[in-house]
Structures are given as C-alpha cells and as structure tokens.
C-alpha cells in the first residue's frame, strides 16, 4: 500500500539550531517527493520536490531535503532554523498522472514546528 | 502569472444549504484535484478529473460532487454541508507526464 509516515507529530527547537524533520514512504515504484509547507488558515507552499537526479536537493527558505532509496526516506533540513519557519509541513509523494496512474498525492500527517526563542 | 484561483478565500454556509467552491486556473494543466483538509489533518483527495473523464475515490460520501466544465474551471458542489464538512479545501492541478502540482490558495469553510 501507498503511504507516506512523518514520525514527529510535534518538534520544538530553538532560534538558530539546525531543524531535521523525518519522512519515510512506502510506494511501487520511485515516486515523486515533495516537501510543503502550511502557515495557520493557510494553503500548501511548495518547498522543494525530488523527480530524479542529485538525490540532495535545495528549496526555498533554506530548506534542502535527501532522498535515500535505501532507507525510502526523504527527510528535510534547515541548518539554522528562523522564527518565521514555526509551522506544519507535510511531506507527500505521487506520480506524474498517466492513463494508467491517477497521479494523487499521498501526504503524511504533518509534523507541527515550533520555534524558541 | 499561470496559477491556480480558488474563490472565495472563506465561505460560510448554513447547515444543509447547497454551496458551491470554485477552482480556475491558466496553466492549461489537464488534471484537476479537490483536497480536503480538516483541523490538523493532511490533504484528503475527494476525487479529480482527468481531461473531462471524473474519478471519485471511494471514500468521498455522496454528498460531494464536482463539474469541470472546461479545461479551466472545476467546481466543488457540496449538497447539504453538514458540521463535519467545515474545512479547508484545496485544489490543485498537474499535467500528464508534467513534474509536480500547483495548489491554490483554498477556500476555508464554515458550516453554521
């Protein structure tokens, strides 16, 4: 079965320390990744995306993420994390939609950040 | 900009009066998608179109129904909202063979 598993509900760090959020996937074949992100009342912002290549890829707001076939782990890093990053963010994967593949995307429950001063 | 419009932003219904969320985009992508997501959930898919051909996962109640009248706009029709339809919804589009997903801004609605 398709799924997609973020392991921390909830993580809190300090301003300035560095942010690694897991995400772990089970799927048929190498899905696209993508990493978002959710402000309160908010829609989804694209971080970044992984379709193929350089398994370590760079997104905006300094956020970069590594796609480990291995481990069917795709996780997220921010070397200093910013006040302003204290939100949700959803890791998800799919396909390109095909005649023979929705191309849904299947998202994990989120992991809620939390930024100290 | 190409993007992806969903109107309105915050939509406040009556229990049980028919309401109706729109989706418009310019990016010519011929997939569209309806999310759902309720507090502190992921994204739901209810169901999508590809090209005119509608598909319904088969956990979206019989109380949601979409159209896609043109490759622009999608609607979502919600026929007699109940309190546990209060969400945010979100569409989105994609291209066949495309890479990735342009979502809107969604629309928040409230069942009162």
């Known amino acids: 079965a398709q799924s997609v598993t973020q392991p921390d509900i909830h993580i809190t760090v300090s301003e300035g320390a560095s942010l690694e959020l897991r995400c772990n996937y089970s799927y048929g074949a190498t899905p696209y990744l993508f990493w978002y992100v959710q402000s309160p009342g908010q829609g989804l912002q694209l971080l970044l995306k992984y379709f193929s290549g350089d398994t370590l890829v760079q997104g905006i707001k300094g956020f970069e993420a590594e796609f480990k076939r291995s481990q069917s782990s795709f996780n997220l890093r921010k070397p200093s994390v910013h006040w302003s990053d204290a939100a949700e963010y959803f890791c998800?994967?799919?396909?390109?939609?095909?005649?023979?593949?929705?191309?849904?995307?299947?998202f994990g429950q989120g992991t809620t950040l939390q930024v100290k001063p | 900009d190409a993007m992806v419009i969903q109107n309105p932003r915050y939509q406040v219904t009556q229990f049980g009066k028919p309401v109706t969320l729109s989706c418009s985009q310019t990016l010519n992508h011929n997939v569209m998608y309806w999310y759902q997501q309720k507090s502190s959930q992921a994204p739901k898919l209810l169901f999508h179109y590809y090209d005119k051909d509608f598909n319904n996962e088969a956990d979206t109640p019989d109380n949601f129904q979409s159209r896609r009248p043109n490759t622009s706009f999608c609607f979502l029709d919600i026929r007699s909202p109940g309190l546990g339809d209060a969400a945010m919804y979100l569409c989105a589009t994609s291209s066949k063979g495309g890479y990735g997903y342009t979502f809107g801004s969604g629309t928040r609605l409230t069942v009162v």
């Open positions: 998800a994967v799919g396909r390109s939609p095909s005649s023979g593949n929705t191309g849904k995307l299947i």
